[in-house]
T-cell receptor
């Protein structure tokens, strides 16, 4: 089975711009989660989608949003980029439905640099 | 609120020696605990998890972890370290009650010295 894929792998943007990141989960997985990884804050949960519905949201401003499509692919969008948004954005998919202990499998990430 | 602590930023161990990477957690319900490894410029790779049952969990690449409820710990271990084990290790916790997020520790950098 192919793993989680994320596009693009690298991105450079300037302050004030917006960006959209894409994630394709492992085939058959319906849960997709997004995490932000920075040297200072570590790994922080952004949001989780299941069957096109957001089930959980982390403590991030409204500039961070996401969605999931009927084929389970997911996108996240960051509007009005700030320097502090520079990070590795990781997507994870899981075969879980209601069970919270199902393993999450991570993609390689999208590295975003905001100048 | 749930939290995870990895008290050591870095662990150095000689090749062939046993290794331990420490993790403690704090949750209000039953914990579901995970270990992931991250190599440079890569995403996280799943190593093992504890849901319930046997306190000793065996995972990928010869790693195992011991769940200790009284000490709220979930330390990662390997009997004989390899240079290729050098990487960043993350402990994470999830709880029930509709929580679908993983809370991660800050990570421990493991260096295995030849």
């Amino acid at each position: 089975k192919a793993g989680v894929t994320q596009t693009p792998r690298y991105l450079i943007k300037t302050r004030g711009q917006q960006v959209t990141l894409s994630c394709s989960p492992i085939s058959g997985h319906r849960s997709v989660s997004w995490y932000q990884q920075t040297p200072g804050q570590g790994l922080q949960f952004l949001f989780e989608y299941f069957s096109e519905t957001q089930r959980n949201k982390g403590n991030f401003p409204g500039r961070f949003s996401g969605r999931q499509f009927s084929n389970s692919r997911s996108e996240m969008n960051v509007s009005t980029l700030e320097l502090g948004d520079s990070a590795l954005y990781l997507c994870a998919s899981s075969p879980r439905g209601i069970e919270v202990f199902a393993t999450q499998y991570f993609g390689p990430g999208t590295r975003l640099l905001v100048l | 609120a749930q939290s995870v602590a990895q008290p050591e930023d870095q662990v150095n161990v000689a090749e062939g020696n046993p290794l331990t990477v420490k993790c403690t957690y704090s949750v209000s319900g039953n914990p579901y605990l995970f270990w992931y490894v991250q190599y440079p410029n890569r995403g996280l790779q799943f190593l093992l998890k504890y849901i319930t049952g046997d306190n000793l969990v065996k995972g990928s690449y010869g790693f195992e972890a011991e769940f200790n409820k009284s000490q709220t710990s979930f330390h990662l271990k390997k009997p004989s370290a390899l240079v290729s084990d050098s990487a960043l290790y993350f402990c994470a916790v999830s709880t029930g009650a509709g929580s679908y997020q993983l809370t991660f520790g800050k990570g421990t950098k493991l260096s295995v010295i030849p």
